[in-house]
């Protein structure tokens, strides 16, 4: 990692020509522009720019057959409209006046319903008018800043418009989620530039409101994922983001910059003063001569996504290529956790062995590795949702106002209950599993780090009733479950005492060593961990 400072550029700095951005826009790039022209390539192939917003570096460098896209819908309707209507929205700027009467009025029109030249108008003059030039919308989707008392706003700029309107003739547009628009554009070496919601850094930042989807921290860490694909794809990115701790975890292993840069939405004059970084990725370096590894079998995708902290579901691919360069029928998989890589060596066509010392990772395994044909009727799924046996209200009398409701913990109980009854083995543990599953769904972010709901995002996981949480997982866990032809076997114990007798590959992922104590996790694992007590070596290593 690199860190540099630097001062705010001066605007002089900037290239003589330049086809001036179409709006104002908080997080915009503009004062960057210098830092941002010197680390782009000397040569690429397309410019992809998935989170355009106010697009300036893109309006500066006006590239040839872009890719430009957002999430907002409204926003993307501005740039088709100005690349195909451009006098039409011209004219209808021209019937614009900056009054209030006229901001609010306007303000209270659903621009879908608006012929698309007239609803990029008014999302203009909205922008030109408003306090700040914020662009902020509720929960519905609907426009909420207020009018901004500018005395003589430039609501109409013919020759940007029409500059802008050449340029977006020459480039595709889309309105899509920036990972699809990366998938179907991204190619090797191709120059992507990326502009993220921001990390908020003080307790007053609102950086989420730009569409009525937030981007919350787990998506910035998804993000991190894409970026490492571009990366080894062979793709030049440039990201940018507030200087925020986690996007030094996320990108210190690449070049980052801070720089000094001014808010103009602040009204404190101190908090005013902030600090921007660029992560510069080049392509990832490769030989001339590479082995190519052959793909993974499409049963790996049945294998339910789990928030399980430390999965290698995204690294199954990377994992495989080294794998299959030995010859081996039988893989271990020493410290199993979710199950996943055990699972892509079963649909590899491999016997697998699996092992960990937390009996919930150990059920996980049993449902989807060792079991090759067991699954559950959702009828009887919903009998298991009855109370039909007598409880030990174990994890409503002990984790009472800790993960879940009340009634949660008493169905918990129930469904322990009557899955302890289960006679076969196989079928107990997809039971098992579709609860413990169900446990990581309906917490917030799906962690036990901490106790109450104070991450409820109102996201469908949490909305979801407990019971139709535990039948979706049902129908995914049977959905998983194959035959390969093999045995395998999933072991719950101390890794040092599975019997490796018969020879084959080891893959041996252990836990991640915490810097500091994470004390609320003992609860979370004697909660986990009650839960399903009724009843040749390839090493992994994580670098913190």
Same mark, same amino acid.
């Given at each position: ?148 008392? &500018? ?26 989620? &920036? ?24 307790? &007053? ?197 800790? &993960? ?141």
């Amino acid at each position: 990692m690199i860190l540099a400072k630097m001062t705010h550029p001066k605007q002089n700095d900037l290239p003589p020509r330049m086809t001036r951005p179409l709006l104002k826009w908080a997080g915009g790039k503009t004062q960057l522009l210098p830092e941002l022209l010197a680390k782009m390539p000397k040569r690429y192939g397309k410019y992809i720019e998935p989170f355009i917003g106010g697009g300036a570096l893109f309006f500066a460098l006006q590239p040839e057959g872009a890719v430009i896209a957002d999430s907002n819908p409204e926003l993307i309707n501005l740039y088709q409209s100005v690349a195909d209507s451009v006098e039409d929205v011209i004219d209808k700027l021209k019937t614009c006046s900056n009054t209030e009467d006229a901001f609010y009025a306007l303000r209270e029109l659903d621009w879908k319903l608006m012929a698309p030249p007239d609803a990029a108008a008014r999302t203009i003059f909205l922008n030109r008018t408003c306090f700040n030039g914020l662009y902020r919308v509720n929960k519905s989707g609907g426009f909420n800043v207020p009018f901004g008392r &500018y005395k003589n706003p430039k609501i109409l700029d013919e020759d940007a418009l029409r500059a802008a309107s050449q340029l977006l003739q020459r480039t595709t547009i889309v309105q899509g989620d &920036y990972k699809n628009v990366l998938a179907q554009h991204a190619q090797p070496g191709d120059f992507v530039f990326l502009d993220p919601p921001y990390l908020p850094v003080s307790k &007053y930042a609102d950086f989420k409101r730009y569409t009525k989807e937030q981007f919350y921290e787990e998506d910035h860490r998804d993000l991190a994922s894409e970026v490492e694909r571009l990366h080894d794809r062979g793709c030049h990115v440039i990201l940018t983001n507030s200087n925020h701790p986690l996007v030094h975890e996320l990108f210190g292993h690449h070049k980052i910059e801070v720089i000094q840069t001014k808010r103009h939405i602040s009204s404190n004059a101190e908090s005013r003063k902030g600090e921007d970084v660029i992560v510069s990725i080049p392509p990832k370096a490769r030989l001339n001569l590479k082995m190519v590894p052959p793909p993974l079998d499409d049963q790996v995708a049945n294998y339910p996504s789990t928030r399980y902290m430390g999965s290698k579901a995204k690294l199954l691919s990377e994992i495989w290529g080294v794998a299959s360069q030995f010859k081996f029928q039988t893989a271990v998989d020493l410290f199993a956790g979710s199950g996943v890589v055990g699972y892509m060596f079963k649909a590899q066509g491999k016997s697998v062995i699996t092992n960990d010392y937390m009996h919930f990772s150990s059920v996980f395994s049993k449902a989807m590795v060792e079991n090759n044909s067991e699954v559950i009727d959702l009828d009887f799924a919903r009998e298991l949702l009855l109370p039909k046996h007598k409880t030990d209200r174990f994890v409503e009398a002990t984790f009472q106002g800790l &993960y879940f409701t009340d009634e949660e913990n008493q169905l918990i109980d129930v469904l322990r209950a009557n899955i302890a009854k289960i006679k076969n083995s196989h079928q107990r543990s997809v039971a098992m599993a579709a609860l413990i599953r169900t446990c990581f769904k309906k917490r917030p972010r799906g962690i036990f780090t901490y106790v109450g709901h104070r991450y409820d995002d109102g996201r469908k996981d949490l909305s979801m009733s407990f019971a139709d949480q535990f039948l979706d997982a049902i129908k995914a866990i049977n959905k998983a479950v194959f035959d390969n032809g093999m045995q395998h076997k999933a072991l719950h114990g101390d890794a040092m005492s599975v019997d490796l007798a018969e020879p084959g590959l080891v893959y041996i992922d252990p836990r991640t060593t915490h810097r500091y104590p994470i004390t609320s996790m003992c609860a979370a694992i004697t909660l986990l961990k009650v839960l399903p007590e009724t009843g040749k070596v390839l090493r992994y290593r994580h670098t913190p």
